[in-house]
């Protein structure tokens, strides 16, 4: 793990703790992606916090306003979830960071489930992508009549562009398919490196594209699509000899989520597979490697 205490990036960091009268001991990255640096701040106290650092300040800035918001409404109807948000509490303006609650023993569902592969007592896993599934299911009711009044998908930066391509007319043919009964408030990024796993807890993270209302479906074929693909990339000697394995956890996390279409998930399994080698595209290597395996490993149902 690389640590940054003395760079530039944590200055603020210690001006902030200094002003909150905490002493940090270490200041270590434990997370990063395209978009932003997860890292971990212990205190003297013992107690643990993480500094969020987005590589675009309206980003992040957007996920630290969704977060926030998010956060509140969780809180007043707490008794409706069975899953949790981890606390917001602070945003730099100026450093395009924010710090929210640690949520101690975390781990993300993807390496929970990478890690159940190799251990034949996983029997516990079903349960678990059920409850996933139950959890998604409260957020899309409760969030859905909470806020009635979203923007539609396909207004999102991705699938916008994609439809000013040679995509268009197969996306919007498939898209209109669905039933206006089926529209939700989505997550948009619902995947298993976006749900954490700490004892019995199952914490939703990374806010950034929520708002958006889409069928339902869009966010079980995320889940779906991005579960085969991350153990792919992650295990691939493990992916062929666990299909039936994947399979199975898929039916679990849909049985939890409910009454569930197959034929119109499928649909949109192919809407979000056209999507996300789209937002690939500048990498043209990792695009066609998705593409490929959407078109030729990956099952269809
Ligand atoms: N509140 C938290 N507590 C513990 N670990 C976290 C927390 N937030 C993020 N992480 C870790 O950092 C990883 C990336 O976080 P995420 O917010 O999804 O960043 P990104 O926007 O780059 O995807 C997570 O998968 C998890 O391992
Ligand atoms: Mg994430």
């Not at 409260?138 to 859905?144: G, L």
């Not at 996300?276 to 500048?282: Q, T």
Request: charged share 25%.
């Amino acid at each position: 793990m690389k640590s940054y205490s003395s760079s530039p990036i944590g200055s603020y960091i210690y001006e902030y703790a200094k002003l909150n009268r905490l002493v940090i001991t270490d200041i270590r990255i434990i997370a990063t992606s395209d978009l932003s640096t997860v890292s971990l701040i212990s205190l003297d106290s013992g107690q643990k916090i993480i500094l969020k650092v987005g590589k675009v300040s309206e980003v992040i800035m957007d996920e630290y306003f969704n977060h926030s918001n998010l956060y509140s409404h969780w809180q007043k109807h707490k008794d409706k979830f069975d899953f949790k948000i981890p606390r917001p509490l602070y945003f730099f303006q100026n450093h395009s960071s924010y710090l929210m609650e640690y949520v101690e023993g975390a781990k993300s569902l993807d390496e929970v489930f990478c890690a159940s592969l190799m251990d034949s007592r996983s029997n516990l896993l079903p349960k678990l992508f059920a409850r996933v599934g139950v959890c998604l299911a409260q957020y899309h009711t409760v969030f859905t009549q909470m806020r009635p009044n979203t923007k539609s998908v396909l207004d999102h930066d991705s699938v916008d562009g994609l439809l000013s391509g040679s995509g268009k007319k197969e996306y919007l043919q498939i898209y209109r398919t669905f039933p206006k009964k089926c529209y939700r408030n989505i997550l948009k990024d619902f995947k298993p490196q976006n749900i954490l796993v700490a004892g019995e807890d199952i914490y939703f993270i990374d806010f950034q594209k929520i708002d958006y209302s889409a069928p339902l479906y869009y966010d079980l074929a995320r889940f779906i699509d991005t579960l085969h693909l991350f153990t792919f990339l992650e295990k691939p000697d493990q992916y062929f000899k666990n299909r039936k394995y994947l399979a199975k956890s898929a039916c679990s996390f849909l049985s939890g989520y409910g009454e569930v279409n197959m034929r119109l998930l499928s649909a949109c399994r192919r809407l979000h597979q056209l999507e996300h080698v789209y937002i690939k595209r500048k990498k043209a290597l990792n695009a066609f490697i998705l593409f490929l395996f959407y078109k030729l490993i990956i099952p269809k149902v």
